[in-house]
């Protein structure tokens, strides 16, 4: 990848690689300096002191050199404009993206954007090191909504060294967290992050050794914070890893590449950690052999656990760069087939893929030198990789623009982020491509003998619950730690079982370990689900709601059960008037509603005054959690925003008449779903429309409703 991806660390580090004992040549105050190399192909191209650049260095910094009447200048890095190089999605309204932008003071400053579904917005974020400290962020991962990390490099003034940078979101609020180095003595910097868990983080980047350029990975953990972790290197030339992605807490990759000899070529490095320690593992390098040559790996994602790809690029030495993408299937790592346009330069920077086997890749494609360059997007929906059409429109050549990164949610939901660079006038901006909107999705009807019935595109289910005239079934849930796809879940009875469901030909849910159950009484009201992880494996958890406002643990496993928290606020023993329960998405925290509207939050969940309340009227009929507060539905249909949600509107009132059932959010993010009892499902806040398969006119009988990728 020839365009700026690293800004700062690289061009401090590597164009002064030969003479860093004179550090005047790198230093804030002489960035534009002219002796930088002019061109970094990958032909001809040689860092100071002959030593040919690796793939990593080309992508974060080392050229090509591009002029604006007598003003130097290398991949837009004296631009003012924020350059986008690290995204996340969380949920289709929750999306993060990081970078670094250079304003008036000539300094490089962290730049952090959150998107809610209505636009990126900027979020202020810290820096590091003394004043006139350069920073930037490379990367970003949410294990969890509220908690968020990212990752890059600072260059301290007062040391004059390239340090690592890790800074932490919590509920919106970004802080510098400390993190070390290899030495204090010589230059080290991140490039990408993967948090398989609240409880584990992984970042890589490189180092410079003093003796050559290595691998460098941390670990973060709660109790420990960030430790630097052995990794090894390879070959006698540099090394360094330039993405990182996990399956879980015991199956994460590292990516990067390395110099065979100091001479060449570059192959292809992989690392892998099951819990024990870093290992290098085999992988192809199409690149071939000759001193020339490089494979080139840049970002890495996991569909699902034994199902992981790479991207980058290769180049045989005597022509241009190719995409190149790799898979790890069955326990190996091999080269897939990826197109290119004819004639010029392909790079892909980054990729993301979903549960369901759907990836999309972007980087830039290029003339020779990459002076001009246009988005390049590339997406497999599991018959092979095609080149998505339109992704090269709409750039003119005086307009150099890259795709960094690649971030996706279910849904789909995808963006690719990265920059622009306008030649004439010298400017750069942040670029943000949207390559996947949330599709009509589904979700599940749930009819009170314990039917369910798919809505919108949602395949049919085979159910282990239903009673045919008995009018038992309560509530429906989809699994959260599915990722295969199964369209599975649980319903619930008024006794308290739940009763795994799952789409036809699929397999099955575990059915659930439970602490409460009252055979022939039809107390149990709602339930919700979330996801665990006990050492580092994912187990489908979550609470029972009761009339009276117990909340009772339940989990897919009996030896997990202690594991799961459910801690009420409001409890009123002999009353049934505890009607409802929400999560909010990705973490165990959320709201019992009353039967009057009340809001009681459960786990830590903030507290929040409901809009919507009516003492002594049991009219509230559905609740809804979100990142920033939720939604609850009274039974006519009207919706009340808490928090700080935005107000909606809906396509379905009915004043005076009882008839609503229940409220999900769109599974794309976007807008609200209303049932009303006889199966009809009403979109809300921009939803597109569903078909439901379930439609009772006249006969009250639907209960609830789950929306479903």
């Known amino acids: 990848m020839k365009s700026n991806r690293r800004s700062l660390a690289l061009l401090l580090s590597v164009l002064g690689a030969a003479a860093l004992a004179a550090p005047s040549v790198a230093t804030a105050a002489t960035k534009a300096d002219t002796s930088a190399p002019a061109s970094a192909s990958a032909t001809s191209s040689f860092l100071p002191g002959g030593a040919r650049p690796l793939p990593w260095q080309r992508w974060q910094g080392v050229g090509p050199t591009e002029s604006s009447g007598n003003t130097s200048i290398v991949n837009g890095f004296f631009s003012t404009g924020p350059e986008l190089e690290g995204v996340t999605c969380v949920t289709a309204t929750d999306c993060w993206a990081v970078g670094d932008a250079e304003p008036a003071s000539d300094v490089d400053q962290t730049v952090v954007e959150h998107d809610t579904g209505t636009g990126w917005e900027p979020v202020s974020s810290p820096n590091a090191g003394p004043s006139g400290s350069d920073n930037a962020l490379d990367a970003v991962a949410c294990p969890v909504a509220g908690d968020c990390w990212a990752v890059g490099s600072t260059y301290d003034t007062a040391s004059d060294t390239v340090n690592t940078l890790t800074e932490q979101d919590i509920d919106g609020v970004w802080s510098v967290v400390a993190s070390p180095d290899a030495t204090s003595t010589v230059d080290d910097w991140l490039n990408s992050i993967a948090c398989p868990t609240t409880q584990l983080c992984w970042a890589v980047g490189t180092s410079n050794g003093g003796s050559g350029y290595q691998t460098l990975v941390l670990e973060y953990t ?55 320690g870093w290992a290098v593992v085999s992988s192809p390098s199409p690149g071939g052999s000759g001193t020339a040559a490089s494979s080139d790996l840049f970002a890495a994602s996991c569909a699902s656990a034994g199902d992981c790809w790479a991207v980058g690029d290769d180049n045989t030495g005597t022509g241009n760069d190719q995409t190149l993408v790799e898979q790890y299937a069955d326990g190996t790592w091999s080269a897939v087939s990826s197109p290119d346009t004819s004639g010029d330069g392909n790079d892909l920077g980054g990729v993301a893929c979903l549960g369901d086997g759907d990836c999309w890749a972007a980087g830039e494609v290029g003339n020779n030198d990459y002076s001009i360059t246009a988005p390049l997007v590339e997406e497999n929906t599991g018959s092979g990789w095609t080149m998505v059409t339109g992704s090269l429109a709409g750039y003119s050549d005086l307009n150099a623009a890259v795709l960094n990164a690649v971030g996706c949610v279910s849904g789909p939901d995808c963006w690719a982020v990265g920059n622009i660079t306008d030649s004439d006038t010298n400017t750069l901006s942040a670029l943000t491509q949207q390559l996947a909107t949330p599709e009509g999705g589904g979700g599940y009807t749930l009819d009170a003998f314990g039917g369910v019935h798919p809505a919108g595109d949602s395949p049919a289910v085979t159910t282990t619950g239903y009673w045919p005239g008995w009018r038992i079934a309560k509530a429906i849930v989809m699994d959260p730690c599915d990722t295969a796809g199964q369209e599975s879940g649980w319903v619930l009875d008024g006794f308290g079982g739940l009763h795994p469901f799952a789409a036809s030909g699929t397999a099955m849910p575990a059915t659930p370990d439970l602490t409460g159950y009252w055979p022939g009484w039809s107390i149990a009201n709602d339930f919700v689900a979330f996801c665990i992880t006990v050492n580092g494996v994912q187990h489908a958890a979550g609470c029972v709601l009761d009339g009276f406002g117990g909340l009772h643990p339940w989990a897919d496993s ?102 609503a059932r229940g409220l999900a959010v769109a599974s794309g993010g976007t807008g609200a779903y209303t049932l009303d009892g006889f199966g009809g499902i009403h979109s809300a806040g921009g939803a597109p429309s569903l078909s439901a398969s379930g439609y009772w006119p006249n006969w009250d009988i639907a209960v609830d409703f789950v929306s479903a990728p």
């Open 558 to 659: 009996s030896a997990v059960i202690g594991d799961v928290s459910c801690a009420g606020t409001g409890y009123w023993p002999g009353w049934d008037i505890a009607t409802k329960i929400s999560v909010v998405p990705g973490t165990d925290q959320g709201y019992v509603m009353d039967g009057f509207g009340g809001l009681h939050p459960f786990n830590g969940a903030p507290s929040y005054a409901a809009s919507g309340y009516w003492p002594g009227w049991a009219i509230a009929r559905g609740v809804v959690a979100t990142a920033n507060g939720g939604y609850t539905v009274d039974g006519f249909g009207g919706i009340h925003p808490f928090g700080s949600a935005p107000a909606v509107t809906t396509t379905a009132y009915w004043p005076g008449w009882d008839i």
């Open 222 to 276: 709660p109790a420990g914070g960030w430790q630097l972790v052995t990794s090894p290197d390879v070959g006698t030339g540099t090394n360094g890893l330039n993405g990182v992605a996990c399956a879980g807490a015991s199956e994460c990759w590292a990516v990067g590449a390395y110099e065979v000899s100091t001479t060449g070529p570059g192959d292809t490095l992989i690392e892998e950690d099951t819990g024990s």
